[in-house]
């Protein structure tokens, strides 16, 4: 098999995994046995493109919509669901719910509930790692949301002042809760804000995936080789609301549907079928897997004890 077809059918894998692992917990939130997520459907490319350009060493900042860049760097959804459902069995033990997981040992150390809280600590944790001689980049994901506040300009300024190797990457979704982008943001795109504090950057079509991961695979060298920052933004689509449940009453149908012909999972399916030549039987067999794999890691998550009471008092700061 050729490479291009083995990364992209890998690529296929893991956003079927993230799509599945989103729809059960929708599914569980409507059952009334999960509380609401705010889910990455239709951001599946963006997550999947950037974290697999990055290394091992390299660290991750993240943010309410997390779910996608945990799963694209291989957490298990089964301890993931289970922190969801506040089990103890969960990576943080139940206690982070979907706003705050982090997974340390894969380098992911902040969901930031707090919008643009991730900009606010990636030029610490940057500043951090170039001080310890620790290898590696830092990658921030944030939203065109967070990239309306002050905060976002304050962290590029100091990032660039510092020489930070920190890749920023804005998931430009359209959507700031729900507030349409162009009803907040004065720019039409976010990488317009880079050149300024003589940031390189470039934003790219965030819901083809191979586009993504060729675009994030060039930012990262260039922030590996430079030692300095560097902004990309992936234009893309929240699919669903901003949490669930969520009506969406306040989207316009049009430009919903144009988006949903545009299903990053759908691109890629017609380019494996029509590039690759795999038949559309091989596909659903993937997709099939990818949502076994969920309902058994739900399974375990529904199966897992509550924390102990004991437990309330470790691992906070007070
Ligand atoms: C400082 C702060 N203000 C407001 C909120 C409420 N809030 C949560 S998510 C969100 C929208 C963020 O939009 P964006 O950054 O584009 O991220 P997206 O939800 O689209 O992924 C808002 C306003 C918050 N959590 N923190
Ligand atoms: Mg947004």
Known sequence: MNEAKTKALAHFERMHLIRAYEEKLVALQQAGTAAGTCTSVGQEAAAVGVVAALAPEDTILTNHRSAAHLLARGANPARMMAEVLGRATGYCKGKSGSLHISVKDLGVVLTSTIVGGELSLVT???????????????????????????????????????????????????????????????????????????????????????????????????VRTTQRPYLLEVLTYRLRGHFEPDDQAYVDREELARWQARDPIRLLADRLRERDGVEAHELALVAERARARIEDAAAFALASPMPDAAELTTDVYA
């Open 124 to 222: 610490g944790v940057s500043l951090s790692k170039t001080m310890l001689h620790e290898p590696g980049i830092t990658t921030v994901f944030f939203g065109d949301g967070a990239s309306c506040e002050g905060i976002f300009h304050e962290s590029l300024n100091l990032a660039a002042l510092w020489k930070l190797p920190i890749l920023y990457v804005a998931e430009n979704n359209q959507w700031q809760a729900f507030v349409h982008r162009r009803e907040a943001m004065a720019a039409e795109q976010v990488v317009a804000h880079a050149a300024p504090y003589g940031i390189p950057g470039r934003s790219v079509d965030g819901n083809d995936v191979e586009a993504v991961h060729a675009a994030a695979r060039q930012a990262a060298e260039v």
